[in-house]
Each structure stands twice: as C-alpha cells, then as structure tokens.
Nanobody, 126 residues
Framework: QMQLVESGGGLVQAGGSLRLSCAAS????????MGWFRQAPGKEREFVAG????????YYADSVKGRFTISRDNAKNTGYLQMNSLKPEDTAVYYC???????????????????WGQGTQVTVSS
C-alpha cells in the first residue's frame, strides 16, 4: 500500500502563492503517475493537474493552466504543486493521488487513481 501525505496548504490572499507537497512512501514512487485534485464544499472532486512517472508529461485543468505547475522529485519520493496568482475560487481541499504508470501518462479521471492522501486545505481570501 502506498501512503501519500500532503502538506503546504493554508490561508493566502488573492494573488498570492502556495506550494503543496505530496510525500509518498510504501511503494516505488517513480513507478507511479501522480495527480492533484481538489474539492470545494458542495462540489464534486475535480482534476487539477497530473504528471507522468518520468515527469516528461504534464496535464492541467483549463482553470489553472498558466498559474499552477506540477512537478516531482523521484529521488525524494515527493510531488509538488506550485500555485501562483491564486483566486478565491481556488479555495478547496487539495488531494494528491497516485496510480501505477505503464505508459508515461497521468489520467484526469479520479476513479483511475489507486492511492489517495488525506488532503490539505487551501483557502484564498479576496
């Protein structure tokens, strides 16, 4: 079983930045694609960004493209989500997730992911 632990959430003003981290253990992190998802109150969980096992392929939701950057450091078993130019509508609980990656691809569908972290709250004030 893979364990994922998110950190780096918090309260920030609109226009500010945060960097989320996702520390993985229990499995070989470099064999897994990683995704970031978020869920706001009363809304469904939505895809934010994904990165393939190699880091060569990255994917973003249209709502965050150009503002958020996903990355990973396989040597440190850690993934990251750099969030810039934050908006109040980015307020949500952010989750990282992982799925075994055989094709250097990260899916956008939440149901495709096998392992999930507990989430970290991001609140953006206006």
């Amino acid at each position: 079983q893979m364990q994922l632990v998110e950190s780096g959430g918090g309260l920030v003003q609109a226009g500010g930045s945060l960097r989320l981290s996702c520390a993985a253990s229990g499995r070989t992190f470099s064999m897994y694609a990683m995704g970031w998802f978020r869920q706001a109150p009363g809304k469904e969980r939505e895809f934010v960004a994904g990165i393939s096992w190699s880091g060569r392929n990255t994917y973003y939701a249209d709502s965050v493209k150009g503002r958020f950057t996903i990355s990973r450091d396989n040597a440190k078993n850690t993934g990251y989500l750099q969030m810039n130019s934050l908006k109040p509508e980015d307020t949500a609980v952010y989750y990282c997730a992982a799925v075994r990656d055989y094709t250097d691809y990260a899916p956008r569908r939440a149901g495709a992911y096998e392992h999930w972290g507990q989430g970290t709250q991001v609140t953006v004030s206006s």
